[in-house]
């Protein structure tokens, strides 16, 4: 724990330290982005996004199992991103990559995520493993492994595709570039200034994101300390080590 100053309810309070996903030193207006590691502590970053491998052996999963699996898989595909508008953002950035087309036969109709590896051999909807095919596609391939669909060449462009998803979705959601300039913080997400325009003042908009769109009161993390409570943490932390 932490003894730190929460600026939205202008006081101090306590905050457990692995639940702080960044601060500000009041002394200097520097940004934290691990306090854990400031304290000396074990950070509590998550390391960088790598493509996850399977085992890729039949899964024997009943249609009730697979479904309630997809649809898992897809909330935490994009829970990452907290807020709804900057999920919108990643998938427009994901279906872009892919040129929005299907990838194995060019169509732009009914597009879906698929996975990579089958859910049958084992694959997950995680980054890494998703490949936008439209509706037919998807059905004709089916459980079948991608070395199984795909040409030689197909498969060489998909490795330098899947690669490029990681970066979509290794993201920290940064709660004070979110609570300062909101609109700012989108376009640098890469979001076109027409769509930011739109979240912003179109209150009929599924993604508004104006000052009345919700409480972020409820959901921030962000405080401020000072260095005087970094050293006090740090000397009782020698304290118990001796």
């Known amino acids: 724990m932490i003894r730190a100053h929460c600026y939205l ?3 101090e309070r306590s ?3 692995t639940r702080i996903e ?15 590691e400031l304290l000396g502590l074990p950070s509590t970053k998550p390391p960088p996004l790598t493509r996850q491998r399977f085992l890729e052996s ?3 999963l009943s249609t009730e199992e697979a479904q309630r699996q997809r649809k898992k898989d897809k909330a935490d595909l994009f829970r990452r991103f907290k807020a709804p508008v900057i999920a919108e953002i990643a998938k427009r950035r994901l279906f872009d990559l892919f040129d929005r087309r299907c990838f194995h036969c060019g169509t732009t109709f009914r597009l879906q995520l698929d996975h990579h590896v089958p859910q049958y051999l084992g694959g997950r909807l995680v980054p890494g493993n998703v490949v936008i095919l439209c509706a037919n596609c998807n059905s004709d391939k089916r459980d ?14 998909l490795e330098k595709l899947l690669n490029a998803e990681l970066e979509i979705f290794d993201f920290q959601f940064d709660w004070i570039r979110w609570n300062g300039h909101r609109d700012q913080y989108l376009l ?28 972020d009161s409820e959901h921030n993390l962000v405080i401020s300390i000072t260095l005087d409570d970094v050293l006090r943490a740090s000397d009782r932390g020698n ?3 001796e």
């Open 9 to 11: 309810r202008g006081e």
């Open 15 to 17: 905050f457990v330290v």
């Open 22 to 36: 960044s601060a500000v030193l009041l002394d200097t207006g520097e940004i934290i982005d691990d306090v854990a």
């Open 58 to 60: 039949p899964r024997r």
């Open 144 to 157: 079948r492994h991608p070395n199984e669909f795909y040409s030689h060449e197909q498969l060489q462009a």
């Open 188 to 215: 640098a997400l890469g979001a076109s200034p027409e769509f930011v325009r739109e979240v912003m003042t179109d209150e009929t908009s599924p993604f508004f994101s104006g000052p009345r769109a919700e409480s």
């Open 239 to 241: 304290k118990l080590d």
